[in-house]
């Protein structure tokens, strides 16, 4: 895969990942999760802007940099599974395993596309995008076994 074509499959993962949050947003009636989804949405459309971005300097051989304000991967509190309430149900369930699926399909791609580039800079983008998809699925993978753990008892059975 060139560079072009990995950066044009980083824009489409990106702008699906905001299409599906914001989706998720308007879905959910518990206001802590519409909060969590809907900061997601922005970062994912941040993510895009950066990939935009660098592909506009490649496809027209600019030299590349990372002017961008890459910092150190945020920890937002929104994704605490304390702020999660117990009338969470079966719908935040799956939109949270759709996420952690969708973060992990990302964080493999980041990852294998920075190993590949030979552009500094886009090596530099690729693992830091790795490095922020890894930061959401950590956080989601927590809130997911939470609400699974909730959606257990609420169905009157609980894992052995």
């Not at 959910?28 to 994912?44: I, N, P, Q």
């Not at 971005?53 to 910092?71: A, N, R």
């Amino acid at each position: 895969m060139t560079e072009l074509q990995a950066l044009k499959t980083a824009i489409l993962n990106e702008a699906e990942g905001y299409q599906f949050y914001n989706l998720a947003a308007m879905r959910t009636a518990d206001s802590e999760v519409k909060d969590a989804f809907l900061h997601l949405a922005k970062e994912e459309q941040q993510h895009e802007s950066w990939l935009r971005k660098m592909y506009k300097e490649l496809s027209d051989k600019q030299d590349t940099s990372l002017d961008i304000e890459v910092t150190d991967v945020p920890s937002p509190q929104i994704f605490r599974y304390d702020k999660v309430g117990p009338e969470s149900g079966s719908l935040e369930i799956s939109v949270y395993k759709i996420g952690i699926l969708m973060e992990m399909a990302s964080l493999k791609f980041y990852r294998e596309a920075a190993e590949q580039t030979t552009t500094p800079a886009l090596k530099k983008l690729f693992s830091h995008l790795a490095d922020w998809e890894g930061s959401h699925l950590e956080s989601l993978e927590k809130i997911y076994d939470v609400l699974k753990e909730e959606w257990w008892d609420k169905q009157g059975f609980s894992p052995s």
